[in-house]
């Protein structure tokens, strides 16, 4: 069960681009916004006035953990009208509003469970805000995997937090997959894309497990029906059910 | 002219009819009404409520959101949610504990609520309209809070919940309450009501709890007419107390939305065929329980006013207790919670056993006087006609309740009220008392 979304006035605190126009957005936000790991908001770019409907506005999954400072992070790839408008229009002090949180895709239930979390791209946010929250309450769990493919070494744009995440998350384990390059120097990686039929048969012997996928809706599918294949019930396998 | 201007014009002519309209004239000792209780405003809640009609959204919208959002932020509590009363807030929050969407944690009929008898009737009555089964304990004389050593020896294995008032204001030992509903796994209910802006450690009563419950009342710390919050920090409480606020729906898209949640049309409810519109999937058999935008518009006015109220409330509580302390001896005056700043609802008197003169006495006299005053709300609440056939348990005795009935009542500490009314009322306390 999700909180009533919060409507919240919020600034451009910070911008970073990476390759292929995917941007990173620090938000401050007027007021404390709640969510839980796995959530994500709606994102309006023209003002909204109360007396009205809510403007257009596009789902992103928030990138980092609950926190009382008022800052929220989310993570974009350019795909439509609105997302382009995004990177040609948002500015550090730029004004927007966003309402949150929304979706059931969450971790309430990984208490004493190894967790497995598949990611394509910038399907990585729900999961970092996952990891982060465990990094920031030092909460340990059995095991961690994470198996996450990008199209270049360039666009694995929290190699460092991935990093800190194996030093610091008892348990924590990550293989990355990149279909162009190998060029990386923090981590090693593995060609190609994602293959899903090894690592569903690799993941599904894992016992207590419950597998998060988070991704292109093509990906999440093919995972979906291989990880069915090798045996795993289907309530084992969270993602979120966007129409 | 144009709207824009119309409206202006409009809300500048209220604000002059406020000022004229409501400016109370002096205190005038042996004339004026030195009430227990009652609204303070002006002209901006005048013009907030102005305002809001004229965007003519009447139902709970834009002005209650923001209230929700900014009176949780004053708390320092994640959700609020208005409803239209108080009491509506208690059945709120206790029918939310009976949700199925709480598992093996939600309360069954026959499950135990330990609960105070001295008390409000419906901090007791959603206990009973949920099929639950109130456990009374008794109270103590001077704070009229329950104490942590009756909750203790009142749990039994049927026992899964616990709802107490913070009575007038003054904190139930919380940091001893929520060390047992912690260890025996019970929900903790703060009917805060009462206590608006009262605090223990530093921090807001209505912020331990699991849940807690708010009133907007007129009697009350601020006022929407009617009206009444339910706070909570848990998210699925949050989201069952929304649903049986608002008919018992499962969809929380707010008015004019659709399918926030992008699964609007592809999940399966109960026996309803897969992909049925979740904005007509009912999860509770709910209420509409729903406020007005315009007293809403009206709690935003009061609600920046609140820390004002809540510093005169306690300047009052302070001149009266300086004023009346000599008369200890045949007074039980009011004693603040240990570790707790509260913010006083009302100055709450107990005549003392073995006295000349009865309660009922003294509190003749003071309405004689133009000193209104209040019974401790309904007594033994097990003596009311609505609850003595009531299935209930009492664990110890209830003595103190008792006796509060029968020699206890309270008056006004509210900010509609100053040194010269408070000058006055220790007067004629003095008056009655020195003659006995």
Not at chain 1, 212 to 240: C, H, R, W
Not at chain 2, 89 to 99: G, K, M, P, R, Y
Not at chain 2, 132 to 140: A, C, Q, T
Not at chain 2, 338 to 355: C, K, L, M, N, Y
Request: glycine share 6%.
């Amino acid at each position: 069960m999700a909180a009533a979304p919060r409507k919240v006035k919020a600034v451009v605190s910070y911008i970073k681009q990476f390759e292929e126009n995917i941007t990173y957005y620090t938000l401050h936000t007027e007021l404390n916004c709640r969510f839980k790991p796995g959530q994500f908001l709606h994102l309006a770019l023209d003002p909204y006035d109360a007396s009205y409907n809510w403007p257009e506005s596009r789902a992103f999954s928030i990138a980092n953990a609950p926190n009382s400072d008022k800052i929220i992070e989310i993570l974009i790839s350019p795909k439509g009208k609105f997302t382009n408008r995004m990177i040609r229009e948002l500015r550090i002090g730029s004004e927007i509003w966003i309402k949150l949180p929304y979706g059931t895709l969450n971790f309430d239930a990984v208490a004493n469970k190894n967790v497995v979390l598949v990611a394509g791209g910038t399907g990585i946010s729900p999961f970092l805000s996952f990891l982060r929250y465990l990094l920031q309450n030092e909460i340990c769990h059995n095991e961690i995997t994470v198996y996450y493919g990008v199209r270049n070494p360039n666009l694995i744009i929290f190699n460092e937090l991935l990093k800190e995440f194996t030093q610091k998350i008892k348990g924590f384990t990550y293989e990355i997959y990149c279909e162009n390059d190998l060029q990386e120097e923090l981590l090693s990686i593995h060609p190609g894309i994602l293959p899903v039929t090894d690592i569903a048969r690799k993941i599904s012997t894992k016992g207590d497990t419950l597998y998060y996928l988070s991704g292109p809706k093509i990906m999440i599918e093919t995972f979906k029906e291989e990880l069915v294949k090798a045996g795993i019930p289907g309530n084992q396998v969270l993602y979120d059910k966007w129409e | 002219m144009t709207h824009k201007e119309i409206r202006e014009q409009i809300l500048h002519l209220v604000a002059l009819y406020a000022k004229e309209k409501f400016t109370e004239s002096n205190f005038i000792s042996g004339e004026s009404i030195v009430r227990y209780a009652g609204r303070v405003f002006d002209e901006k809640e005048l013009i907030n409520l102005v305002d809001s009609s004229l965007d003519f959204w009447l139902t709970t919208g834009p002005h209650a959101e923001a209230f929700e959002n900014e009176f949780a932020e004053y708390l320092g509590a994640d959700d609020s949610i208005l409803v239209n009363s108080g009491s509506s807030a208690n059945l709120v929050a206790i029918s939310s504990l009976t949700s199925p969407k709480l598992l093996d944690r939600k309360l069954r009929p026959g499950d135990e609520v330990i609960t105070v008898a001295a008390g409000f009737p419906t901090t007791l009555a959603p206990i009973v309209q949920n099929q639950l089964i109130p456990v009374f304990i008794d109270i103590e004389l001077g704070s009229y809070n329950a104490i942590p050593e009756n909750i203790e020896k009142a749990i039994s294995k049927k026992t899964k919940a616990i709802f107490l008032p913070h009575t007038l204001g003054n904190p139930f030992d919380i940091t001893a309450t929520v060390d047992i509903a912690t260890k025996y796994k019970l929900w903790l209910v703060e009917d805060n009501c009462d206590a608006l802006g009262s605090k223990f450690r530093h921090k807001f009563t209505g912020t331990f709890g699991d849940i807690s419950t708010v009133s907007f009342y007129p009697a009350h710390h601020i006022t929407m007419g009617e009206g009444g919050s339910i706070v909570t920090d848990n998210q699925d409480l949050a989201h069952i107390a929304r649903s049986l606020r608002d008919w018992g729906r499962d969809c929380y898209c707010a008015s004019g939305e659709d399918n926030t949640c992008g699964i609007r049309f592809t999940q399966q409810f109960g026996r309803l065929p897969i992909g049925y519109d979740h904005k007509f999937v009912y999860s509770h058999i709910g209420y509409n329980l729903k406020l007005t935008d315009m007293q809403a518009a009206v709690g935003r006015a009061q609600l920046g006013k609140l820390p004002g109220f809540i510093e005169k409330r306690k300047e009052n509580f302070r001149l009266l207790y300086e004023g009346l302390k000599i008369h200890e001896t045949n007074l039980i005056l009011p004693t603040a919670t240990p570790e707790s700043d509260p913010s006083w609802f009302g100055f709450i008197i107990t005549v003392r056993a073995d006295q000349s003169f009865t309660r009922n006495d003294l509190v003749k006299f003071l309405n004689d006087n133009k000193i209104h005053t209040r019974n401790f709300f309904s007594g033994n609440l097990l003596r009311q006609p609505a609850f003595m056939n009531i299935e209930h348990r009492i664990s110890g005795n209830l003595i103190n309740t008792d006796f509060i009935m029968n020699n206890t009542f309270f008056i006004g500490v509210y900010p509609g009220i100053g040194e010269n009314e408070i000058k006055y009322v220790v007067e004629k306390f003095n008056e009655f008392l020195l003659k006995q």
